[in-house]
T-cell receptor
């Protein structure tokens, strides 16, 4: 079966750096997405990786290793507004997104 | 402003009643999707549509129906056959299926009493 694993919850301090990991086993691979979702709101797109390596976008970076079935989202200079759930999703061979359950990130002052 | 709208934000229905959730987009996207989100679980695909007058079942289509008569609109009907309909429903759209980010509407929280 297809499976996306990510930690349920993480806590970090304002101004610090946090890394959210995602491992996956899917039928085929056509890219990995990271989304941010504040409670009760819609997910919003953060990043897309289809080739191995690091993609940097401001305070957020995303890394992919296809051979290891592994990705991480790195958030730097954490702000209180970064408190949200972070969703990892993999596009499979049928171009369907398989979603992880999300990692709830709690930022403390 | 381009985007996706869903209405209503909150919806209450009695058990045994059908209910239709609205989804409209003005992004000129070809593909549209309906997901269901439950606590502690990833988003699950209910139905998707790549083009007008065509749609495909997702992983959990039982008890749901959709139509795609216009490019902009993709309404979802939750029928009385859906055993556990209380959930947060999200509509999304994208340029196409392959490698394109999906844009989400604000969601409808359906509670069946």
């Amino acid at each position: 079966g297809q499976n996306i694993d990510q930690p349920t919850e993480m806590t970090a301090t304002e101004g610090a750096i946090v890394q959210i990991n995602c491992t996956y086993q899917t039928s085929g691979f056509n890219g990995l997405f990271w989304y941010q979702q504040h409670a009760g709101e819609a997910p919003t797109f953060l990043s897309y990786n289809v080739l191995d390596g690091l993609e940097e976008k401001g305070r957020f970076s995303s890394f992919l290793s296809r051979s290891k079935g592994y990705s991480y989202l790195l958030l730097k200079e954490l702000q209180m507004k970064d408190s949200a759930s972070y969703l990892c999703a993999v596009m499979d061979s049928n171009y369907q997104l398989i979603w992880g359950a999300g990692t709830k990130l709690i930022i403390k002052p | 402003d381009g985007g996706i709208t869903q209405s209503p934000k909150y919806l209450f229905r009695k058990e045994g009643q059908n209910v239709t959730l609205s989804c409209e987009q003005n992004l000129n996207h070809d593909a549209m999707y309906w997901y269901r989100q439950d606590p502690g679980q990833g988003l699950r695909l209910i139905y998707y549509s790549q083009i007008v007058n065509d749609f495909q079942k997702g992983d959990i289509a039982e008890g749901y129906s959709v139509s795609r008569e216009k490019k902009e609109s993709f309404p979802l009907t939750v029928t009385s056959a859906q055993k556990n309909p209380t959930a947060f429903y999200l509509c999304a759209s994208s340029m196409g299926l392959a490698g394109n980010e999906q844009f989400f509407g604000p969601g409808t929280r359906l509670t069946v009493l």
